[in-house]
């Protein structure tokens, strides 16, 4: 039995890999960080009605280019987003309070939620009817029943 790509979880090499490329000189500066990009998955997910990639994904490199160095960087990196939005989706609807977002973190170790939340707040307006009625939807009413202080918390102090 073959697995589908869709049912393949994002490993720690994916996620360095596409923060390598998030972060790279080469992207315009409102190109989209990994934590950002989390946020923005996690509200496409949790849309009333499906966004088609083709509407979301130019967005991560605010509205440009790429940028990649060939089809092999590209194919790794769609994948990659593709594995992450995935990931976002079947957590939140199996168990969306299992869900833990990519955090990156102050020096003093506290999470930086903003930049997480930046991310879910441009992925809530993606799409031509998101923006207006996202929050009276079904999926999103069961997503913000999920306690944001829980996911404030670092998971060692959850356990």
Known sequence: MYRLARDLPVDDYDLDLLDEHLCSPDLPDDAMMLTELDGYLAAIAIAPHTILPSEWLPDIWGGQQAGFADMQQANAVYGAIMGLYNDNLRVLFADARSFEPIFDFDTDGSPLIEIW????????????????????????????????RYWATPTELRA
Not at 121 to 132: A, E, L, S, Y
């Open 117 to 148: 939340l930046q991310g879910f707040i441009r992925g809530f307006t993606c799409g031509p009817r998101n923006g207006r009625r996202c929050w009276a939807a079904t999926k999103a009413r069961r997503y913000s029943a999920c306690s944001w």
